[in-house]
């Protein structure tokens, strides 16, 4: 079992920037796929980002060159940097993990994740 606690979110104008953090505990995280999740009532639940044990990484289209993705093992950390942001990025954000022994494993689907945290709200004004 993994706990996931989200950090970060807030209120920014349109352009604007934050950044998330995702603290992980209960297990090493050298040994977790882990991801950003995001939720709206018009859009349901969308993978944003997601990096493997060994770094690599996706994203969806429509943040592509505006946010990055990052992780710190070290401390048990994972990150989103989200830049020029839209009011179409309004959401709720959710880290997600699941162990996983693949090091390149990587999966913007939710059912792919084991582990969830409460969420931490974004909203972006035009």
């Known amino acids: 079992q993994v706990d996931l606690v989200e950090s970060g979110g807030g209120s920014v104008q349109g352009g604007g920037s934050l950044s998330l953090s995702c603290a992980a505990s209960?297990?090493?995280?050298?040994?977790?796929?882990m991801g950003w999740f995001r939720q709206s009532p018009e859009k349901g639940r969308e993978g944003v980002a997601a990096?493997?044990?060994?770094?690599?990484?996706s994203y969806t289209e429509s943040v592509k060159g505006r946010f990055t993705v990052s992780r710190d093992n070290a401390k048990n950390t994972l990150y989103l940097q989200m830049n020029n942001l839209k009011p179409e990025d309004t959401s709720m954000y959710f880290c997600?993990?699941?162990?996983?022994?693949?090091?390149?494993?990587?999966?913007?689907?939710?059912?792919?994740?084991?582990?969830w945290g409460q969420g931490t709200q974004v909203t972006v004004s035009s």
């Open positions: 990096i493997s044990r060994d770094g690599s990484i």
């Open positions: 997600a993990a699941r162990w996983t022994t693949s090091l390149d494993f990587r999966s913007l689907i939710p059912s792919d994740y084991y582990s």
């Open positions: 209960g297990q090493d995280s050298r040994y977790l796929l």
